[in-house]
């Protein structure tokens, strides 16, 4: 760099550098847009489970009522 100016090697190292950070960002947004669809999949599964769940916690209780309506037997 001699008087101010600026080399080519410094100018071509940015554009490179530049080149590379896009790659990347662009690499890096389809990996969350993969995430992002994978997701929105898996959402009715999880709120199905939610249901069950409790479903599930309903049962439970009936069953300890019968038994301890059987138990006073």
């Not at 990996?31 to 489970?49: F, V």
Request: aromatic share 2%; glycine share 2%; charged share 25%.
């Amino acid at each position: 760099m001699r008087n101010g100016k600026i080399s080519l090697a410094i100018i071509v190292a940015l554009a490179v550098q530049a080149a590379s950070t896009l790659i990347w960002a662009g690499a890096a947004a389809e990996r969350i847009d993969a995430l992002e669809r994978q997701m929105a999949d898996h959402r009715p599964t999880a709120e199905r489970l939610a249901r069950l769940e409790t479903r599930l916690d309903a049962v439970q209780a009936q069953l300890a009522r019968i038994e301890s309506k059987v138990d006073a037997l």
